[in-house]
């Protein structure tokens, strides 16, 4: 159990164009997703979290207006990013929760990545 | 500020030879330590989340231990199909996210 698909796995887009990028979890309701970036040897970054039905919550330094995301079902979030530049390029992840579990962190699951390159 | 520190960056092992991945964090109040497996190109595969100090957990040939500052991820006998880059990650009272070591790339040789 716990699986969580992405799609596109990869996509080359001219520059100022918008790619859209999806995040599925398979067999579990998912309260709370997660998108990451992971430039070459380095290690995950967080760009936003999103709950079901309202708002994603960025972190400092990404842009909202340039990284949209909607969150729009329990089973569904989308990541698109908007007039796409090759600095964008990157390996965009997802993951999912079942929910924050009380007083403690809930696991995240996560897709298998999407290989974004901007030419 | 939470902070979570991994050693070694780079670990070449041969095939059969045990070793430990040592994950250092400082968080405000943890709620879980989680630990991950990367292959190259793929999205973080979930191992093992440990909640409390002394709390051990193990798969395979992989068992992940905690204190109040530390957590190893002791590998017995690897193989080489164990290579892969080893994620941990402690939750906090900061939030819902995870806050992500740079990893240990690990690299078992026949």
């Known amino acids: 159990g716990a699986v969580v698909s992405q799609h596109p796995s990869w996509v080359i887009c001219k520059s100022g164009t918008s790619v859209k990028i999806e995040c599925r979890s398979l067999?579990?309701?998912?309260?709370?997703m997660f998108w990451y970036r992971q430039f070459p040897k380095q290690s995950l970054m967080l760009m936003a979290t999103?709950?079901?039905?309202?708002?994603?919550?960025?972190e400092q330094g990404v842009e909202k207006d340039k990284f949209l995301i909607n969150h729009a079902s329990l089973t569904l979030s989308t990541l698109t990013v908007t007039s796409a530049h090759p600095e964008d390029s990157s390996f965009y992840i997802c993951s999912a929760s079942k929910g924050f579990t009380g007083a403690l962190t809930d696991t995240q699951y996560f897709g298998p990545g999407t290989r974004l390159t901007v030419l | 500020e939470d902070q979570v520190t991994q050693s070694p960056e780079a670990l070449r092992l041969q095939e059969g030879e045990s070793s430990s991945l040592n994950c250092s964090y400082t968080v405000s109040g943890l709620r879980g330590l989680f630990w991950y497996r990367q292959d190259p190109g793929k999205g973080p595969e979930f191992l093992f989340t440990l909640y409390s100090a002394g709390e051990e957990k193990e798969k395979e040939r992989l068992k992940a231990t905690l204190t109040k500052k530390e957590s190893f991820l002791h590998i017995t006998a690897p193989k080489p199909e164990d290579s892969a880059t080893y994620l941990c990650?402690?939750?906090?009272?900061?939030?819902?996210?995870?806050?992500f070591g740079k990893g240990t790339s690990l690299l078992v040789t026949p």
């Open positions: 999103s709950n079901e039905g309202s708002k994603a919550t960025y």
């Open positions: 067999d579990f309701q998912a309260t709370t």
């Open positions: 990650a402690p939750g906090s009272n900061s939030g819902y996210a995870l806050n």
